[in-house]
């Protein structure tokens, strides 16, 4: 027998009006329930005939109850804390059976005839049923062991009911709950606190989310600083835990030990004290600030920011070189005033041929050293490798190669100390990166530019053959077809005061081979002896060395070369003979310094030398064409433009002069001093730029450019000259008429 | 610091017209400085902001691409930034007045 007590709460607002409904509910919940509805019907009926002694004081019990719990809700409230509605309850049912019980009389009597009539609305819902005992019976067969003893058990039970009424054994007895005063008990517990945390979704952000997720499981342990988005999102995220970070959102990859502390200290941590995160968080921001000086992107960083502020500043001069239009900055402060400006655009148009200085490739390692040599990189007509070393034999002191670039003109980008100073340098053809330096204590050496280090990839010091005097020249020849036939590729021949034309080769070591040993000749006193050899007719020779201090390769044929020695002779001789002279010039009465082969017409090549003069030479002829007296002063260095047929540079101790030879043979057009106390030692033409660059004895490269220098007509006018001297037999005495035949005939056309 | 990084930086530093140069780290604090403090906090904090706007907008476009340089003219100087992942080089320049 189960034991069921049923409780259907009714949602019921204690009024009269409801109270019918009440009625019927708790009616049809007799009706409805599903447990013994004997006895739910015994307590409706014993609660419908009125009070009785036993339910006297039950009701009267309830009703004492519900008094006092009618005013506190919340003990009904925790009774029947299932329940939806605050006005529902066991007492509130029992209560309200009591209610029904007393205003079941009220109502009754209240109602009229009228509201008998009325239509009334009954809504019938069902609500929860709480159960709140529920013993469930157990059925046994009759054939167990314990039947019996169930069987008088139950028969017992009976009894007992049937006896229940009148007996001694039970007495009714009342309870009253003590209602304790209510109490106040206040909690306070710590602020919640709140944070908000907030993200925007980026496309960014997304991509590199994905891309670090990808890459998570092969990334290093890398001390990677992190961006202060990133910690702050980390440290709101995770506030306690100390060991996760490594697939935080939208942060860097890594998960490295230093990483993750600094996450721990910057992150609030229960667990740290104050100081203790201020300490290690400084330190670690130390750390973090020595490895960003020492990284490699900063200094990448530097070197384009060094170049940025160098372009703000040479941005004029560089368009200039470029042959770019200057455009003013709009933004800049006007100053001038109106008479200027009148005067400005005038002048430069006026002024004729002239050199306007633009920079100068200068810093302080290379302030006081002589320039000596420069050469322009054949890939990128940008980079210049410029040898600074001294030319007296007492003034010696270390050389150094600087590689600058035009976009730095205030440091250069590479620097190659060595141990004599430089005196001649070539970049190679066909590679590149590899530059040729020789010194003033005869070795040869080759660097990579490339690399970053400074020692040379290769040097002369082992080799037999080196030189035993200084190099004066270098140049990088391409050879398709050698002497020995085998030969391909490029070779470098170099020459020195010893004497020898050497060609040297990067086929296992470094390689030497003599092209030519340079004899002397005497100087030509009878013109039938033009070659002398054992001094019989002339001059006793201490050394039959001749030095050599310049050599110039034909373009058109690798094969043959011309070489200026120290007493004024030109000998042109080819790599196949390495005896003897395909030709000698006779002319300069000095040390020949420097021999050009011009870069328009293939027979026609230019020397300046220690006699103040600078001659033009054929090839098939044996005195000079023409002769340039300018100054009194030794010619270091001539230099053929590389645009006009008929102009060259040349540069002596005192002064830059540019010649024009369809101006003016006697004279040449652009003369410009530098400033006093400087002597010139070199000059350059620049090969994509109407500029040119000399070099100077206090370490300075600067770069002028060329203003109004005609170059249109100038090849066919030194055709036509050629020609006309052709016919011509050369004789000294007519030097001066033919010179000025043809000055008249350039001039008329 | 590397003898190269402390060359480099005198070298900037005395070019002309350079006002100062400043390195901060990713937070935006600055590392090294010429200029005095109270400028250098001014730059460090407006810069990032707006190198961390800049850089945002051209991720935005493209996520595989990222921003490389960043140059800002105005009337009286040039602020050039080149951001990398964990700093910041910053480098104000005067304009100079061409004649």
């Known amino acids: ?91 509130n049912i029992v209560s309200g059976l009591a209610d029904v019980q007393r205003k079941h009389a009220e109502v009754r009597e209240e109602l009229s005839e009228a509201d008998l009539d009325k239509i009334v609305d009954i809504t019938l819902t069902e609500s929860e049923m709480i159960w709140l005992l529920d013993i469930t019976g157990t059925c046994a067969s009759q054939e167990t062991d314990e039947a019996e003893a169930i069987r008088a058990k139950n028969q017992k039970y009976t009894e007992l009911c049937k006896a229940r009424d009148g007996n001694d054994r039970y007495a009714d007895r009342g309870m009253q709950t003590f209602n304790d005063a209510p109490k106040h008990k206040d909690v306070q517990t710590a602020k919640v606190e709140h944070m908000d945390a907030g993200s925007i979704a980026t496309t960014w952000d997304l991509y590199d989310t994905y891309n670090n997720e990808v890459s998570e499981g092969t990334s290093t342990a890398e001390i990677i600083p992190e961006d202060a988005e990133s910690d702050t999102f980390e440290a709101a995220e995770n506030k306690s835990s100390s060991d996760v970070k490594n697939d935080s959102m939208g942060s860097k990859s890594g998960g490295s030990e230093n990483k993750s502390s600094m996450l721990t200290s910057s992150s609030v941590d229960m667990d740290n004290t104050a100081e203790e995160q201020d300490k290690s968080k400084q330190e670690h921001s130390k750390a973090r600030d020595e490895a960003i000086l020492e990284s490699e992107d900063l200094v990448k960083d530097l070197f384009v920011m060094e170049r940025v502020v160098t372009l703000n500043i040479y941005q004029a001069k560089q368009a200039a070189y470029r042959g770019l239009d200057i455009l003013p900055d709009i933004d800049a402060v006007k100053e001038e005033t109106p008479e200027e400006q009148k005067n400005a655009p005038v002048d430069i148009a006026q002024l004729g041929p002239n050199l306007d200085r633009l920079w100068a490739y200068s810093c302080l390692l290379t302030k006081g050293r ?113 002497s020995s036939g085998e030969e391909k590729g490029e070779i470098l021949v170099s020459i020195s005061t010893d004497g020898r034309v050497t060609q040297w080769q990067i086929r296992k070591g470094f390689e030497c081979a003599d092209l030519m040993k340079l004899k002397k000749l005497a100087k030509a006193t009878k013109k039938k002896d033009k070659e002398s050899k054992d001094g019989q007719k002339g001059e006793a020779f201490i050394s039959r060395q001749a030095s050599g201090l310049c050599f110039d390769f034909h373009s058109g044929d690798p094969n043959i070369y011309l070489a200026g020695t120290e007493d004024g002779h030109i000998h042109k001789c080819s790599c196949s003979y390495n005896e003897q002279y395909l030709d000698s010039y006779d002319g300069h009465t000095g040390a020949v310094y420097k021999l050009r082969w011009s870069p328009f017409l293939p027979d026609v090549f230019l020397s300046c030398s220690a006699d103040w003069s600078i001659r033009l030479w054929i090839q098939n002829r044996i005195k000079p064409v023409f002769n340039f007296f300018s100054s009194t002063k030794s010619v270091m260095d001539v230099c053929w433009s590389p645009t006009s047929a008929t102009v060259f540079g040349c540069v002596n101790e005192g002064a830059v002069e540019i010649w024009d030879l369809a101006v003016n043979t006697l004279d040449p057009i652009i003369v410009s001093v530098p400033a006093p106390g400087v002597k010139l030692s070199c000059l350059l033409f620049a090969s994509n730029s109407n500029s040119l660059l000399v070099g100077d004895s206090e370490g300075q490269v ?48 | 610091m ?98």
């Open chain 1, 702 to 749: 600067s770069v002028y450019q060329l203003r109004n220098i005609l170059s249109s007509k100038t090849i066919r006018l030194i055709c036509c000259q050629i020609s006309f001297i052709r016919p011509y037999q050369a004789s000294e005495d007519h030097i001066t008429t033919r010179m000025s035949c043809i000055a008249s005939l350039l001039h008329s056309h």
């Open chain 1, 370 to 482: 002589n320039v000596s040599c420069m050469a322009w990189n054949q890939l990128n007509p940008d980079l210049l490798a410029v040898g600074y070393g001294q030319f007296g034999f007492t003034e010696q002191k270390g050389g150094i190669v600087c590689c600058w670039s035009l976009k730095n003109p205030e440091y250069p980008e590479r620097v190659f100390q060595c141990e004599a100073g430089v005196t001649a340098l070539d970049y190679s053809l066909t590679n590149e990166n590899l530059l040729a330096v020789g010194m003033y204590n005869g070795s040869v050496a080759i660097y990579n530019v490339r690399a970053s280090s400074d020692e040379p990839i290769l040097d002369s010091y082992e080799s037999r053959g080196k030189h035993g005097a200084p190099v004066w020249q270098l140049q990088w020849i391409d050879k398709e077809k050698g």
């Open chain 1, 1 to 91: 027998m189960a034991l069921t007590l049923l409780l259907c709460h009714c949602s019921f607002i204690v009024d009269p009006t409801t109270v019918k409904q009440n009625q019927s509910k708790i009616f049809a919940a007799g009706e409805s329930s599903t447990g013994t509805p004997t006895d739910l019907m015994s307590q409706a009926s014993i609660y419908q005939t009125g009070v009785t002694s036993f339910a006297a004081p039950f009701t009267r019990s309830l009703f004492g109850t519900t008094l006092s719990h009618q005013s506190s809700r919340s003990s009904r409230d925790s009774f029947a804390e299932e329940i939806t509605e605050p006005t529902t309850g066991v007492t």
């Open chain 2, 2 to 99: 590397s003898s190269e990084v402390e060359d480099a930086l005198k070298r900037i530093q005395h070019m002309k017209d350079v006002h100062g140069t400043i390195i901060i780290n990713a937070e935006g604090t600055p590392v090294k400085t010429t200029l005095d403090d109270s400028t250098t906090l001014q730059y460090a904090a407006l810069i990032h902001q707006l190198t961390a706007t800049a850089k945002g907008t051209i991720r935005e476009m493209d996520p595989q691409n990222d921003l490389t340089f960043l140059r800002i003219r105005s009337k009286k100087h040039e602020i050039m930034v080149s951001p990398e992942k964990g700093f910041m080089l910053i480098v104000v320049q005067n304009i100079t007045e061409e004649k």
